[in-house]
């Protein structure tokens, strides 16, 4: 065991899979020499050569939809966008062609890669570097979304993106990378995809939440502990497909559900599961489904008092847990 | 806006040394293809299958010419108007004939579109509908044998009116960088649905293009198929080699519209008729026949058997049926994620 | 008054507001000798010439980023977009650009533009030709969202987006193009963005969708008021902002909702009316809010039995109806 | 993949005639970037702004040439590195410090990032940190004024590495097709972060990308100011008159890593070096010394006036406030639609 930050469970991942894996390589703007912006992929030039660790021109559309190419003919790449704001360009490819390979050609084509993307707010990066955008990728079968919020998970849900067979596009929330550490084993371990984690058991409410978010709900939850309130936590980790049992067994016990989501609220990823909710458990709900998100206005604002206001946080959620508890 | 004056690109056929077996071979898929458009053509009219056509009648030489000779496992990255090389590539007649009925047995299961060709034993990609679509994962397949120092090379094909999309920009642009094991055709027919050339480019000759990215343009009468397919093999065994990529221009001419709905009367009779007469079948006929490689005889035996062919398939996929609803939910994403059913 | 299709109503809108103002363009591709692949500006480049009514190159990027420009120098743009399955490469200039253009400048440049899209399944497109995509816009504030599904509505919809001052997402579903008539008022009306039409009154549950669905809904309910159902049909018109007063109106009248979407259903927009009904009129509730949507499957296949099987229709909804009634 | 050798570009400023006005106004600004550009490094150290800082010293000549005489209504789309254009296109001083500090009193209220400069008043785009998004936009002012028969031109600004993106090549096709009046200016400083511009582009020179459109490519010394203002002036004067886009590459260099907490050390110690020694500052500087125009008085007092006026607009800035939360629910849309309010 030895304590280990997000990022470097992402870089460990990164370079254990490409040591085990020789169709494993990494395309991306700046992964090379400088070793990523974050330094995620540090070493790993150094370690696999520049044939398997390419420094891409600024070409968002080609690193998907070159990637998408590699892994038809049996490679495995594992793409970086440099922040999720700029995944923009790829849509086209990724929504398109990764998305559908295998749907569209009867499965005789498959697209097993990665997309790393570098996302979230709460690091002061304003409206063009704090982006996150999932609920797009949410919304294409044929995706699966992952976004870890530990360092275990970071680095066993990225192999498992890795050794799978389906595309994935993996979350990355920038202001996790440095902010908490972990014991991870040494030997070799992987995250299931689809299985949310129950971070904390609780009676009167279910919080559900996944990134940052997750960090932010623990915190409201064990505030609320001392008030009296006993919340139950669940980091869905996996965004699409989704973990609908343990979200939907969870409520059923609690009665009552908080989502949070750091994205704007409309159209979020937790409309989606509120809405699943109210279909499947509705008799047991003892009061409204609640969300708590990021505010509806084009994107996080640099500025830091609008940066706060625009971000979920303890109190913000702890509220909305004593609103519905009073209900 | 500059004017696309239509320079006559001279067809040096006779002067090019090719095998006679390669000219014959190269002329049998060059006639298959004709045959075959026309006929999905006659069956569109009649109603026999759904949604629409493609034809690439006319400019068949551009995707035959380039295929003829490559190894199972080259890759083409098509558009929509790639009959002729999935023919040439050795596609089974049944296959992309029930791709276009989009039967249970086509090798999409019916699932994507009309002329959405596409066969992985033969390495050849069912495409999307996105213009460019292909010629972006197509470098990626060259990135991957690159990568794995494979020796196959990639064949991406798109028309002129597709260079003007971002994605085809990034890619030429990568390979370039990285000399990638790629060669890209452009089947310039002037028109792009019913945007001349004209609107496309400030350029005249879309090869130029290349010079943006480090790698040979050249352009060439896309009508003469042995034309087309000295240039493309020269530079197909260059990037086979590691030498890198090269876009070859192919002035070429749809002779029906864009799909059967389109009249395609935003073009003059007398550009047509011009571009008739540079039929690429009869050219390539006649070459063969001054070479005494050809005969009436010879052509009119495999026009019958060719005909007897697509028959056969034609009734072998009409007798298919299309695949369950059901279908519907395979192939989303590996066994891992079986998808949810609903109960309607 | 004239008899008039849906998409003779988008070219007399756009004729009509091209007369009025002469800063009003259009530019997309095919959209002048050949008046657009559905013939939607048919006649109009004679009658304006080449500088208003552009026939572009293949470059969707620059057809929705190119029009920000101008639309920022004072014209007002309306682009096409040929497919909604080809709006995925122009994703970069609508969020980056287009819904954050005033935000981001502080309220100085301002976006008065719309896209027109050409949307939507039952036409035998297949998955490349029936795309309809809108809940990534939907989740972009900054951005107006709206989908007629009538010629009225069509013509009336289009007009207020040209003569306002926010960026719109128009999107125009080619199975209505020729689908219905309806009489149009010979003089200038609009429909105001942001309401919805209440289209049939009811009591036992409440139908919201828009587009081609709200002729479903329609025809469900018109089946179930023959069972002695009694539905109201609310068609949504405007995507976003919508007109949530209406339909929580609505849904405290009659309990019950069933909203339908024809894109697939997870992370759609009916996923967000399902949380905001929770979250509003949850007091007032007899049964879980139902959806009927499209398969979570990556698009809409190309074989008719596919087709059918992935598209709502009156049959499904009147079931969906039912469920909810009897629970 | 191709070398790319570093060509050196002759500077013939000696032999180029501005008027004297010209040259000292030319002068003044580049000093004045460069004197507010390093005060700014100084300041993000001292933490008196939050976020970062993307530093221009080294490279001003290729901002400050082009724009200077511009009209008011001229636009500039700008990226990140374009602090030298509003100096020069005459955004106030307060305005563009405002705007590192995020404050109140920034055109953008504080809602974007450090070094998106931007005023309306001068034509300047506030711009996104997408790469070469302006230059999509850009293109669409240059075609509204084509539209509305307005003879005002744009200069997009961008660095070699945002060339590889497909959006840049949508524009320039486009502006080649309709001869808009536009003026791209690369600002070829070999890096793009830490990607040498090798990994960009199988080319040395980035203006043989206009090739691909039609209209002409220039590279030039990009450290000389009277070069590039001159370049860049016959391509505006042309522009203006109808006469199409011009792409003019400068060859130039950022002493400073790509933002301030990057050390640079992707890159050698002798390249930079060999680049500062081509200081476009000290370069300008002789050059009008020589024609002795300008003397180390001058000079001097020159200095000190413009580090007073910097000194005043920061005292004044830095009393401003950031503006309320509530800002962030403010110009979402136009008034007609209001941004529902969280009650947290
Ligand atoms: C991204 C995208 N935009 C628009 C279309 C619609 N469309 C289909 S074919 C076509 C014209 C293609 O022209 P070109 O590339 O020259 O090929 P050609 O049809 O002439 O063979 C257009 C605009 C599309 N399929 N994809
Ligand atoms: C679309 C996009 N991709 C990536 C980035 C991250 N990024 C910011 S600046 C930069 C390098 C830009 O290089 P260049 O265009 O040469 O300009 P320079 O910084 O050298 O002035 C990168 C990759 C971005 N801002 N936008
Ligand atoms: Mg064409
Ligand atoms: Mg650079």
């Given at each position: ?327 | ?23 014959l071979?190269?002329f049998d898929?060059?006639l298959k293809?004709?045959l ?258 050809l005969?009436?005889?010879k052509r009119e035996a495999l026009v019958e058997q060719i ?38």
């Amino acid at each position: 065991m030895k304590k280990t930050t997000y990022i470097e469970g992402i870089t460990e991942a990164l370079d254990e899979e490409m040591e085990r894996d020789e169709k494993v390589f990494l395309i991306g703007e700046d992964i090379g020499i400088y070793g990523g912006v974050f330094k995620a992929t540090k070493g790993l030039l150094d370690k696999y050569g520049a044939e398997r660790v390419i420094d891409s021109p600024i070409s968002e559309v080609y690193i998907a939809g070159g990637s998408v190419g590699a892994a038809m003919v049996g490679l495995k790449p594992v793409a970086e966008i440099q922040f999720a704001d700029f995944i923009t360009p790829s849509m086209d490819q990724i929504i398109q062609q990764m998305a559908k390979m295998r749907y569209r050609t009867g499965g005789q084509w498959t697209c097993p890669m990665t997309i790393r993307v570098c996302c979230g707010g709460d690091i002061g990066g304003g409206l063009y570097h704090s982006q996150i955008n999932e609920q797009w990728f949410f919304s294409q079968p044929g995706l699966v979304v992952v976004m870890p919020a530990t360092p275990y998970d970071a680095k066993g849900l990225l192999k498992s993106a890795i050794r799978g067979d389906d595309p994935v596009i993996y979350f990355e929330h920038k202001r996790l990378y440095r902010w908490i550490k972990e014991n991870l084993p040494e030997e070799d371990f992987t995250v299931p995809i689809g299985k949310a984690a129950l971070r904390k058991e609780g009676s009167d409410v279910t919080l559900v939440s996944y990134g940052l978010m997750y960090h932010r709900s623990m915190e409201a939850a064990l505030a609320l502990e001392k008030e009296g309130i006993s919340a139950e936590v669940i980091d869905m980790r996996t965004i699409l497909p989704w973990d609908r049992e343990m979200i939907f067994e969870s409520v059923k016990k609690t009665s009552k559900a908080v989502l949070v989501q750091e994205s704007s609220k409309t159209g979020g990823v937790m409309a989606e599961i509120s809405a699943s909710i109210t279909e499947e458990v509705f008799d047991f709900l003892d009061a409204p489904v609640a969300r708590v998100c990021g505010l509806d206005v084009p994107a996080i604002p640099f500025a830091p008092p609008m940066e706060h206001l625009f971000l979920p946080n303890a109190e913000k959620i702890s509220k909305a847990v004593k609103n519905i508890i009073e209900y | 806006m500059p004017i696309n004056k239509k320079k006559t690109v001279d067809s040096k056929a006779n002067q090019i040394s090719l095998p006679k077996k390669t000219m014959l071979g190269l002329f049998d898929n060059l006639l298959k293809t004709r045959l075959l458009d026309e006929r999905f053509r006659k069956l569109y009219r009649q109603g026999r299958f759904a949604g629409t056509y493609f034809s690439a009648v006319g400019q068949e030489a551009t995707t035959v010419g380039p295929t003829y000779g490559l190894r199972d496992e080259d890759i083409i990255a098509p558009s929509h108007r790639e009959i002729g090389a999935n023919v040439t590539k050795g596609v089974p007649l049944d296959k992309i004939i029930a791709q276009v009925y989009a039967r249970e047995s086509s090798p999409d299961k019916g699932k994507s579109h009309p002329c959405h060709y596409g066969w992985k034993a033969k390495g050849v990609i069912t495409p999307s509908s996105t213009l460019a679509g292909q010629t972006v994962v197509g470098t990626g397949c060259a990135m991957g044998f690159k990568i794995m120092k494979k020796d196959n090379v990639v064949l991406a094909f798109f028309g002129e009116g597709s260079t003007s999309r971002g994605g085809w920009h990034e890619a030429l642009n990568y390979a370039g960088i990285h000399n990638l094991p790629i060669v890209y055709i452009c089947q310039n027919n002037l028109w792009a649905e019913s945007v001349p050339s004209t609107l496309q480019a400030g350029i005249e000759d879309f090869s130029d293009r290349a010079k943006a990215y480090g790698f040979p343009g050249i352009t060439i009468d896309g009508n003469n198929v042995f034309t087309v397919h000295k240039t493309a093999s020269e530079a197909i065994s260059k990037a086979r080699k590691g030498e890198g990529p090269t876009l070859i221009e192919c002035k070429t001419y749809r002779w029906y519209g864009h799909s059967e709905i389109d009249p395609a009367d935003y073009r003059t009779q007398e550009e047509l008729e011009e571009w008739k007469r540079k039929d690429p079948l009869q050219i390539a006929e006649k070459i063969l026949m001054d070479l005494k490689i050809l005969t009436t005889t010879k052509r009119e035996a495999l026009v019958e058997q060719i005909n007897q062919e697509i028959d056969e398939a034609i009734e072998s996929v009409e007798k298919d049926a299309y695949a369950a609803p059901e279908e519907a939910y395979i192939d989303v994403y590996s066994e891992q994620f079986p998808v949810k059913r609903v109960d309607w």
